[in-house]
Nanobody, 125 residues
Framework: QLQASGGGLVQAGGPLRLSCAVS????????MGWFRQAPGKERELVAG????????YYVDSVKGRFTISRDNAKNTVYLQMHSLKPEDTAVYYC????????????????????WGQGTQVTVSS
């Protein structure tokens, strides 16, 4: 089970931090990611993090502004967002991999099997 929180309304240029608490199998066996889906657009992988936390992936549009991290002791993954833009407005979903990826590998796309309920992020201009 994945429970996301932290979404809301923020002005352009502002920060926001999303959290996702995970239960189920041992948290450190999951590759974790954050996806987003804007109205009329396909869901996209925004950021992913390896089981170790040492390897990350970011879609080009958020590089330098978003940071994904995880705390394996707290069973939680985070997405710290800075310099938010109106085009970041979307429903954000945390996701966990179905299989157990290599310790230093980031799960991508179809690797994700488990999903949180989504949290709305709205950036006003």
């Amino acid at each position: 089970q994945l429970q996301a929180s932290g979404g809301g309304l923020v002005q352009a240029g502002g920060p926001l931090r999303l959290s996702c608490a995970v239960s189920g199998r041992t948290f450190s066996t999951y590759g974790m990611g954050w996806f987003r889906q804007a109205p009329g657009k396909e869901r996209e992988l925004v950021a992913g993090i390896s089981r170790s936390g040492g390897t990350t992936y970011y879609v080009d549009s958020v590089k330098g502004r978003f940071t994904i991290s995880r705390d394996n002791a707290k069973n939680t993954v985070y997405l710290q967002m800075h310099s938010l833009k109106p085009e970041d407005t979307a429903v954000y979903y945390c996701a966990a991999s179905g299989t157990i990826p290599a310790w230093g590998s980031v799960a991508m796309g179809s690797d994700y099997r488990y999903w949180g309920q989504g949290t709305q992020v709205t950036v006003s201009s």
